[in-house]
């Protein structure tokens, strides 16, 4: 028992298999060195099959690129098969693979109405459809084939891929998936720039607690993270000096948090680690902020919180 409660067996993610949707970059990318360099076998998925290759390069240890779209059902079956050839188990699965489409139009007089209006309007089928297919995951054929329509509330999630990987995780001992969400998903929050990414992260996130409701029977546990803001390929842009600056967007929500800076690799890597290892085991339907405060001020920006002036859009 002492032994056990030792950080290192405690956290231990040695001799376990994993998948990363959207390993090769951002957040993806930290996930995939914290448990290649634990001793984890990580497989990572993605479209780019560059990105994928330069992460593993990169990082070193076993790392295996599987070249994939996960936003429908055929493609996160492919993916499985593809996985197939080269484990027998998936203790983890991480899906990470996520897309925000902006405005066309973007505008920061949010207050005025012609533009509120105008911002609403000009989104369209595809920023709907493209973005739950990654974030909630999959129309897949019923997508391709345009005979139903996806509804803003449609809970499909990282669903197909989850679905497609029960009978690699039914042979693991702690099986365990995860969703990461954002911090988006919960709260309404004018700044974002696409309003359909905050819907289908509220989409993932209530998808998360329903693949828990059905997969105890298997012994799959599933949780949620949602990360406030991580420097990515997503919020940041990298110059030639290999210098990370957030995009406007990411300056700004991370001073409407309190501890007003984006989250480091180390901070969203720990959370999921625990979820992987013995010491998470206990753990099932939990939905973890990873926000450095920002959930807190954003549901109590109407009582009395004072923001810092440079922090309003308007
Ligand atoms: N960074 C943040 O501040 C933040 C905050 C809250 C939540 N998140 C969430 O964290 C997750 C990771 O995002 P990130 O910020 O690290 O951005 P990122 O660097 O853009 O990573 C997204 C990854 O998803 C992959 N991907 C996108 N569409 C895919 C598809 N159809 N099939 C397979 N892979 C796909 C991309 O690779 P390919 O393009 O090569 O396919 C990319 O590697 C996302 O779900 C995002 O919503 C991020």
């Given at each position: 028992?002492?032994?056990?409660?030792?950080?290192?067996?405690?956290?231990?993610?040695?001799?376990?298999?994993?998948?990363?949707?959207?390993?090769?970059?951002?957040?993806?990318?930290?996930?995939?060195?914290?448990?290649?360099?634990?001793?984890?076998?990580?497989?990572?998925?993605?479209?780019?099959?560059?990105?994928?290759?330069?992460?593993?390069?990169?990082?070193?240890?076993?790392?295996?690129?599987?070249?994939?779209?996960?936003?429908?059902?055929?493609?996160?079956?492919?993916?499985?098969?593809?996985?197939?050839?080269?484990?027998?188990?998936?203790?983890?699965?991480?899906?990470?693979?996520?897309i925000s489409i902006p405005f066309k139009r973007p505008s920061d007089n949010l207050?005025d109405p012609d533009t509120a209006a105008d911002l609403l309007s000009q989104v369209d089928d595809a920023d709907w459809t493209e973005t739950h297919?990654?974030?909630?995951?999959?129309?897949?054929?019923?997508?391709?084939?345009?005979?139903?329509?996806?509804?803003p509330?449609?809970?499909?999630?990282?669903?197909?891929?989850?679905?497609?990987?029960?009978?690699?995780?039914?042979?693991?001992?702690?099986?365990?998936?995860?969703?990461?969400?954002?911090?988006?998903?919960?709260?309404?929050?004018r700044a974002n720039g696409s309003f359909t990414y905050g819907v289908s992260?509220?989409?993932?996130?209530?998808?998360?607690?329903?693949?828990?409701?059905?997969?105890?029977?298997?012994?799959?546990?599933?949780?949620?993270?949602?990360?406030?803001?991580?420097?990515?390929?997503?919020?940041?842009?990298?110059?030639?000096?290999?210098?990370?600056?957030?995009?406007?967007m990411?300056?700004?929500?991370?001073?409407?948090?309190?501890?007003?800076?984006?989250?480091?690799?180390?901070?969203?890597?720990?959370?999921?680690?625990?979820?992987?290892?013995?010491?998470?085991?206990?753990?099932?339907?939990?939905?973890?902020?990873?926000?450095?405060?920002?959930?807190?001020?954003?549901?109590?920006?109407?009582?009395?919180?004072?923001?810092?002036?440079?922090?309003?859009i308007?």
């Open positions: 028992m002492a032994d056990l409660l030792r950080v290192e067996n405690l956290f231990s993610v040695a001799g376990t298999t994993v998948l990363v949707t959207g390993g090769g970059s951002g957040i993806g990318k930290t996930l995939t060195k914290a448990f290649a360099i634990n001793g984890a076998r990580v497989i990572i998925v993605g479209r780019r099959q560059h990105v994928l290759d330069a992460t593993a390069r990169e990082i070193g240890g076993d790392i295996i690129c599987v070249k994939g779209d996960v936003s429908t059902k055929d493609g996160a079956e492919d993916v499985i098969q593809q996985v197939k050839k080269a484990v027998t188990v998936l203790d983890t699965v991480i899906n990470c693979a996520g207050d297919k990654v974030n909630v995951n999959g129309m897949g054929a019923q997508f391709k084939a345009c005979v139903q329509p996806l509804t509330a449609d809970p499909s999630g990282p669903y197909f891929m989850t679905v497609s990987a029960i009978p690699l995780l039914r042979k693991s001992d702690n099986p365990n998936v995860v969703i990461i969400s954002s911090v988006a998903g919960l709260v309404n929050q992260k509220a989409g993932a996130v209530h998808l998360s607690s329903m693949l828990a409701g059905r997969l105890h029977p298997l012994k799959i546990r599933v949780n949620c993270i949602c990360p406030g803001i991580f420097p990515s390929e997503m919020t940041a842009t990298t110059g030639a000096d290999g210098a990370v600056a957030l995009g406007r990411g300056t700004k929500a991370v001073m409407r948090s309190t501890l007003g800076r984006p989250g480091k690799p180390e901070e969203i890597a720990a959370p999921i680690l625990l979820l992987a290892s013995k010491g998470g085991m206990y753990m099932n339907d939990t939905c973890i902020n990873v926000d450095g405060g920002r959930w807190l001020v954003m549901k109590g920006i109407y009582d009395g919180l004072r923001l810092p002036d440079e922090s309003y308007n």
